[in-house]
Each structure stands twice: as structure tokens, then as C-alpha cells.
């Protein structure tokens, strides 16, 4: 058996096996004795039926088998042999074979995994955003407690700091409801419109009134009225971006104190005394946060940046491959439609792959358990409650018993030490902002 491969500029290959009937003559020989001493035939002994008679009912079936098997060895060996690293699975070419003639070929498609560098180095400067939490951040954010722990109560007109609740419909350009999406209700800071001439507007409606909304143009960076109405990614990206709303209730909110009852809810009898303090804790607490989306932003923009890497993928091959997996596979139109985003995942997935593999950016199962252990006691804190290490372990360790828990939280530490060393390997480029402008920044990047 002769075994060879040609691969062309795609990435798309084939192998070919030359096989001669010296290769599996003996074994389909030894098979047909093996089953001439166990047949059943009637008119015969067991073992006594004519070596002819076998071979006329079996000899067909047993070359077959045997010509698959030495076939699917010699693939697998020569991939191993080759080192040859391919994308999915070798798809058997369509042909005549004559199993029972001197010799006979066979050939597989192939998908090489494309060879590439990743540009991974000092010298590489990447944009990163140092989120600084100002005054007026603190400010907001003292505000929006004090609302939360607030009262409520309905009045008749509006003030410019009170809420409308009311039911929201989509509508299309001309203002007319857009079909299959459900009206749904939801509230209004009139603080969260931007523009003037509509807060105005929205601030005269009386009960039962109706009123248009642009959701991309009206509010501020911050509130999005797609997620206050509990829209599906789905239903947002179906989205007009247009809602009329039929207001139904005004609320007014009256702040709550900034006092010691309030400060007690918030942390606990006594933790914090004073607004001095209060402030401190946001403080530190808006840090962290910026913190995380910071990293996240950045680490968004190291993968735009990798995404740029040359790297050919066997894309007639793969195509192939795609129609012809699972009982429901899809048909070639549909792997065209959806091959810009297929393409997309794939070329980060052997981009990720890679950087594993040469960083040794994995993840080991003590390390898994440490950070399972560590997000437990941080939600539990979040709670006021506080576990010992024995407690904590138990608990994650229930929690990675779950496939998809696990695997979750797997690929949210191994992202971790991935920002960890793209922070390290790339130089930063430093530049501080608000949050609301690093909103708008974050935004233009989607």
C-alpha cells in the first residue's frame, strides 16, 4: 500500500492510497477459513461446507470490510506519520473501485490547518483606556441610591426628574406597528432623554397620550431602551430603533436620606457612618468596575488585532465538510450564507488554539477548582455571607460537576490569563476618560 498527499495554495488537499490485492489477500483468506469452520449450512457438517460455496456467499462482503479497515489505518497512520494537521475530517472521493482488480486507488479531501505567525511583541502598540471614576461619576451614583431606596408615588403631571410607564410599541419609518413583536411595558427617567425638545415633549404627556421615540437619537450614552424592555438579541437586532409610547402611569421619587438607616442597608449595621465613607466604597467600587471593562475593551481590540493575521483556511473544503455533518446537516446555500461568521470563528479558534499551545495559556484542573472557589465566596459576599475555604471548596466543586457551569467558567479563566499576557506582551498605548465617553468609544468599536 503506496499512500501520498498533494496540497494546493487553499490549504485544500488530497491523499491517495494505492492498494494491490497483495496487500489484504491473506487476511480475507484467513477471515473465509475462520468462517468456513463456524457456517451453519444446511446439507453440510459444521466446518465440512466447500471452500467455493463460502467464497461465493461471503468472499464479496469480507474483501470490502477488510479493504476499509486497512484503509482507515493507513490514513490514520499516515496523518500521525506526516504530521499533517487537518481541519475536520477526510471526506472519501466519489469512484468506481473495483475491489477485486491487481490494484485500485483511493482518494480522501483534506483541509489543511493553515501554518501562521501571530504579531505578538513589545514593539506592537495597542490602544488601552485608564476609565478614571470622577466626581460626577460618585455624584450619579449616590443619586441612583438614593433613587433605588427611594418613594414612590403616582401624580398627575410630570416633573423633570419623575418617570412615565406606559406600553411601548415598535413601529416602522412611517409609524406603523411592526408585525411579531409584542408591545412592552416598561419605564422612563425623563433624566435619560438627551435631547431637549423631546424632554420637553415627553413632560407634557398626560395619561392615555402617545409619544415617538428614537432610541439611537433621544437618550443619553447609558440607557438603552432595547434593555430596559427586556429585549432578546434577537428582537434587538430586528429592532426599528422607533417606539411609541402610550403612557399609562407618572411616577414622582422622592430620594431617600443619605442617613445611617440607609447607609446600613446598603453594607450593614455600622460598616459606614458617614457620606465621606459612602463615597469612598463607590469609589472602589466603580474602579473595579471600570477595571473589568477596560480589560474587556482592550482585550477586543488585541483580537481585532490578531483577526488580522494571514491565514489561508481550506475554504472549499470545509464548506464540503459542513453539508455532509449530522442527520440535518445544511445544505450548501446555507454554509454560504453563513460563512462570513463561520470563517470569523473558525480563524479565532485556531488563533486561540495557538496562542495555548505556544504560551501555554491552559487551563489545569487545580487552578479551575481555586477560581470556582474564589467566584463562590465572592458571590456569597455579595450576600453578607462569608465561607470558610472548606465550605467554599465544597460548593465549587458541586458547581463544576455541571458540564456547562464548568466550561463556562473554564473559558472565563482562561480569558483571564490571556489578558493577564497580552497586557504583558503588547506595549499600551495610555489614554484616561469618563465612563460616558468611554461608552461612546466602546460603542463606535461594536
Same mark, same amino acid.
Given at each position: 500500500?503506496?499512500?501520498?498527499?498533494?496540497?494546493?495554495?487553499?490549504?485544500?488537499?488530497?491523499?491517495?492510497?494505492?492498494?494491490?490485492?497483495?496487500?489484504?489477500?491473506?487476511?480475507?483468506?484467513?477471515?473465509?477459513?475462520?468462517?468456513?469452520?463456524?457456517?451453519?449450512?444446511?446439507?453440510?457438517?459444521?466446518?465440512?461446507?466447500?471452500?467455493?460455496?463460502?467464497?461465493?456467499?461471503?468472499?464479496?462482503?469480507?474483501?470490502?470490510?477488510?479493504?476499509?479497515?486497512?484503509?482507515?489505518?493507513?490514513?490514520?497512520?499516515?496523518?500521525?506519520?506526516?504530521?499533517?494537521?487537518?481541519?475536520?475530517?477526510?471526506?472519501?472521493?466519489?469512484?468506481?473501485?473495483?475491489?477485486?482488480?491487481?490494484?485500485?486507488?483511493?482518494?480522501?479531501?483534506?483541509?489543511?490547518?493553515?501554518?501562521?505567525?501571530?504579531?505578538?511583541?513589545?514593539?506592537?502598540?495597542?490602544?488601552?483606556?485608564?476609565?478614571?471614576?470622577?466626581?460626577?461619576?460618585?455624584?450619579?451614583?449616590?443619586?441612583?441610591?438614593?433613587?433605588?431606596?427611594?418613594?414612590?408615588?403616582?401624580?398627575?403631571?410630570?416633573?423633570?426628574?419623575?418617570?412615565?410607564?406606559?406600553?411601548?410599541?415598535?413601529?416602522?419609518?412611517?409609524?406603523?406597528?411592526?408585525?411579531?413583536?409584542?408591545?412592552?411595558?416598561?419605564?422612563?427617567?425623563?433624566?435619560?432623554?438627551?435631547?431637549?425638545?423631546?424632554?420637553?415633549?415627553?413632560?407634557?404627556?398626560?395619561?392615555?397620550?402617545?409619544?415617538?421615540?428614537?432610541?439611537?437619537?433621544?437618550?443619553?450614552?447609558?440607557?438603552?431602551?432595547?434593555?430596559?424592555?427586556?429585549?432578546?438579541?434577537?428582537?434587538?437586532?430586528?429592532?426599528?430603533?422607533?417606539?411609541?409610547?402610550?403612557?399609562?402611569?407618572?411616577?414622582?421619587? /422622592?430620594? &431617600?436620606?443619605?442617613? #445611617?438607616?440607609?447607609?446600613? $442597608? %446598603?453594607?450593614? +449595621?455600622?460598616?459606614?457612618?458617614?457620606? !465621606? @465613607?459612602?463615597?469612598?466604597?463607590?469609589?472602589?467600587?466603580?474602579?473595579?468596575?471600570?477595571?473589568?471593562?477596560?480589560?474587556?475593551?482592550?482585550?477586543?481590540?488585541?483580537?481585532?488585532?490578531?483577526?488580522?493575521?494571514?491565514?489561508?483556511?481550506?475554504?472549499?473544503?470545509?464548506?464540503?465538510?459542513?453539508?455532509?455533518?449530522?442527520?440535518?446537516?445544511?445544505?450548501?446555500?446555507?454554509?454560504?450564507?453563513?460563512?462570513?461568521?463561520? /470563517?470569523? &470563528?473558525?480563524?479565532? #479558534?485556531?488563533?486561540?488554539? $495557538? %496562542?495555548?499551545? +505556544?504560551?501555554?495559556?491552559?487551563?489545569? !484542573? @487545580?487552578?479551575?477548582?481555586?477560581?470556582?472557589?474564589?467566584?463562590?465566596?465572592?458571590?456569597?459576599?455579595?450576600?453578607?455571607?462569608?465561607?470558610?475555604?472548606?465550605?467554599?471548596?465544597?460548593?465549587?466543586?458541586?458547581?463544576?460537576?455541571?458540564?456547562?457551569?464548568?466550561?463556562?467558567?473554564?473559558?472565563?479563566?482562561?480569558?483571564?490569563?490571556?489578558?493577564?499576557?497580552?497586557?504583558?506582551?503588547?506595549?499600551?498605548?495610555?489614554?484616561?476618560?469618563?465612563?460616558?465617553?468611554?461608552?461612546?468609544?466602546?460603542?463606535?468599536?461594536?
Amino acid at each position: 500500500m503506496n499512500v501520498s498527499h498533494t496540497i494546493d495554495a487553499s490549504n485544500n488537499g488530497i491523499i491517495t492510497i494505492e492498494v494491490a490485492q497483495s496487500d489484504f489477500a491473506e487476511k480475507v483468506e484467513k477471515t473465509l477459513v475462520d468462517y468456513r469452520k463456524r457456517a451453519n449450512i444446511p446439507g453440510f457438517r459444521q466446518g465440512m461446507a466447500p471452500m467455493a460455496m463460502i467464497r461465493k456467499q461471503y468472499e464479496s462482503s469480507v474483501r470490502i470490510e477488510e479493504v476499509n479497515k486497512m484503509l482507515q489505518d493507513g490514513l490514520f497512520n499516515y496523518l500521525e506519520g506526516e504530521k499533517l494537521e487537518i481541519l475536520g475530517q477526510p471526506l472519501p472521493m466519489p469512484s468506481q473501485v473495483d475491489f477485486t482488480a491487481d490494484s485500485f486507488q483511493v482518494q480522501f479531501e483534506i483541509g489543511m490547518a493553515p501554518e501562521f505567525t501571530l504579531d505578538i511583541s513589545d514593539k506592537v502598540k495597542l490602544p488601552y483606556v485608564e476609565i478614571e471614576a470622577t466626581k460626577q461619576a460618585i455624584d450619579d451614583e449616590v443619586e441612583n441610591i438614593c433613587n433605588r431606596y427611594g418613594k414612590m408615588s403616582e401624580v398627575d403631571a410630570a416633573g423633570a426628574e419623575d418617570i412615565l410607564f406606559g406600553a411601548f410599541q415598535m413601529v416602522d419609518k412611517k409609524g406603523n406597528a411592526v408585525e411579531g413583536i409584542e408591545v412592552k411595558e416598561g419605564r422612563l427617567g425623563l433624566k435619560s432623554i438627551s435631547d431637549k425638545k423631546v424632554a420637553k415633549a415627553a413632560q407634557a404627556l398626560k395619561k392615555g397620550e402617545t409619544m415617538e421615540f428614537n432610541a439611537s437619537k433621544h437618550f443619553i450614552v447609558s440607557f438603552q431602551l432595547e434593555d430596559v424592555l427586556g429585549y432578546t438579541e434577537v428582537e434587538k437586532a430586528a429592532s426599528t430603533g422607533l417606539f411609541v409610547l402610550t403612557l399609562k402611569t407618572i411616577y414622582h421619587l /422622592e430620594p &431617600a436620606a443619605l442617613d #445611617q438607616e440607609l447607609f446600613d $442597608k %446598603l453594607f450593614g +449595621e455600622g460598616v459606614v457612618s458617614s457620606e !465621606k @465613607e459612602l463615597r469612598e466604597k463607590i469609589e472602589a467600587d466603580l474602579k473595579g468596575m471600570y477595571q473589568r471593562d477596560a480589560d474587556t475593551h482592550f482585550f477586543n481590540t488585541v483580537t481585532d488585532h490578531l483577526m488580522k493575521t494571514k491565514l489561508t483556511l481550506p475554504e472549499a473544503f470545509m464548506k464540503k465538510w459542513i453539508t455532509q455533518q449530522g442527520e440535518k446537516a445544511p445544505s450548501m446555500e446555507e454554509v454560504e450564507e453563513q460563512w462570513p461568521n463561520t /470563517e470569523k &470563528a473558525m480563524r479565532w #479558534q485556531m488563533i486561540e488554539s $495557538k %496562542l495555548s499551545r +505556544e504560551y501555554h495559556l491552559h487551563v489545569h !484542573k @487545580e487552578e479551575l477548582v481555586a477560581y470556582a472557589v474564589d467566584m463562590v465566596k465572592g458571590r456569597m459576599a455579595q450576600f453578607g455571607q462569608e465561607m470558610d475555604d472548606k465550605q467554599a471548596e465544597q460548593l465549587a466543586l458541586s458547581v463544576l460537576q455541571n458540564r456547562e457551569q464548568s466550561e463556562q467558567l473554564s473559558e472565563q479563566l482562561l480569558q483571564d490569563k490571556m489578558m493577564k499576557f497580552f497586557k504583558a506582551s503588547f506595549s499600551m498605548k495610555v489614554s484616561k476618560m469618563g465612563y460616558a465617553e468611554f461608552l461612546k468609544l466602546a460603542s463606535k468599536n461594536q
